[in-house]
């Protein structure tokens, strides 16, 4: 069982910068795949960043590239997401999720992943 609590979400002007960090329980999370998920209103949960068990392979979604950093730190049980350049469109609920598979990359389906966070809100103001 994992349980994972994201912070960080909050306004912040478009251009500006956020790092939503996500807490993980449990010791098993270095077994874990991580993946960043944002919903903004009226559509679709969609993968915007996740990161493989040991922090070897990583995914961006094509709107993110460049301007969004995932990393974990394993021993204090965290994923971060470090978002750059942030703009309106990034606004969204951001939930961190963990997937049990433990291979050389990162699946992007959200079916995949076993646990879920309750989300933490990012507003871009223009």
């Known amino acids: 069982q994992v349980q994972l609590v994201e912070s960080g979400g909050r306004l912040v002007q478009a251009g500006g910068s956020l790092r939503l960090s996500c807490a993980a329980s449990?010791?098993?999370?270095?077994?874990?795949?991580m993946g960043w998920f944002r919903q903004a209103p009226g559509k679709e949960r969609e993968l915007v960043a996740a990161?493989?068990?040991?922090?070897?392979?990583?995914f961006y979604t094509n709107s993110v590239e460049g301007r969004f950093t995932i990393g974990r730190d394993n021993a204090k049980n965290t994923v971060y997401l470090q978002m750059n350049s942030l703009k309106p469109e990034d606004t969204a609920v951001y939930y961190c999720a963990a997937d049990s598979y433990t291979g050389d990359y990162v699946r992007r389906g959200s079916n995949v992943y076993d646990y879920w966070g309750q989300g933490t809100q990012v507003t871009v103001s223009s």
């Open positions: 449990g010791r098993t999370f270095s077994r874990y795949a």
């Open positions: 990161i493989n068990w040991n922090g070897g392979k990583t």
